[in-house]
């Protein structure tokens, strides 16, 4: 099975729990039924849960790509070093997330637990002959991989032609659709969204507290953020407000 390297398949959070939550694709409306949540429960069969620690390392770049993982709890961060030492983050993995789907032989980023997580690991091997005996369960992940392509599309566009203020914006509705409560929780730090976006700690830093003084958003904690305003956050994430 070709794919894109690192793919991420997306699922619904929103009845995510201490089992894997119920898969439903958050960028890909063809794979949102419960047909799609039957057939890939055939892969339970042959992954292996384990528990990672914050911090633990799944795979390194350069590893032998030869396993896929679901996330089942917590969060992972995928990222790569430069050669000039800048670090970028590639994306963030939730409950119900498969990643590391690649047609590479080894891998091109490292995958990195945020907190404490469980994971399923499924060989690559086992989890293509599932997908080659389900014609229509590969035809739901051939989907959500195309959809994905819209999804660099739109980072593209995040990181090369918004503002600081439109990325950071923008990435908080991005986690409050691909968590689906409110507050929404942000286990990655500071760092790791400057990261993603392109910016400095301090900008990030400095616009969060910007929209919080300004009443858009509530920081009850460093971890959760509460968007109070979220229209006017979407205007600015759009570019259409006139604040800041």
């Not at 390194?60 to 995928?78: H, L, M, Q, S």
Request: hydrophobic share 45%.
């Amino acid at each position: 099975m070709r794919a894109m390297n690192l793919a991420v398949l997306r699922t619904d959070t929103r009845r995510a729990s201490a089992e894997p939550a119920v898969p439903v694709a958050a960028r890909n409306a063809a794979t949102c039924s419960a047909d799609y949540a039957l057939r890939i429960g055939a892969l339970e069969r042959i992954g292996t849960r384990a528990t990672i620690t914050r911090g633990q390392t799944l795979f390194y770049e350069g590893d032998p790509a030869d396993t896929i993982y679901k996330v089942v709890r917590g969060a992972v961060r995928i990222s790569r070093v430069m050669a000039d030492g800048r670090r970028y983050v590639a994306d963030f993995l939730f409950p119900g997330d498969l990643f590391g789907i690649s047609d590479e032989p080894y891998r091109t980023m490292t995958a990195e637990a945020l907190c404490e997580a469980i994971v399923v690991r499924y060989p690559c091997r086992l989890f293509e002959g599932v997908v080659q005996e389900d014609r229509r369960l590969g035809r739901l992940i051939y989907g959500v991989l195309c959809g994905g392509l819209t999804s660099a599309h739109d980072r593209m566009l995040l990181l090369g032609r918004k503002s600081a203020v439109e990325k950071i914006a923008s990435f908080l509705l991005m986690m409050a659709e691909r968590r689906c409560a409110d507050p929404v929780e942000l286990p990655m730090p500071r760092a790791d969204i400057a990261d993603y976006l392109g910016l400095t700690l301090e900008t990030v830093s400095r616009i969060l507290s910007q929209l919080r003084a300004e009443g858009v958003i509530a920081m009850p904690d460093p971890v959760h953020i509460v968007l109070v305003r979220r229209t006017e956050l979407e205007s600015i994430a759009d570019g259409a407000s006139a604040n800041m």
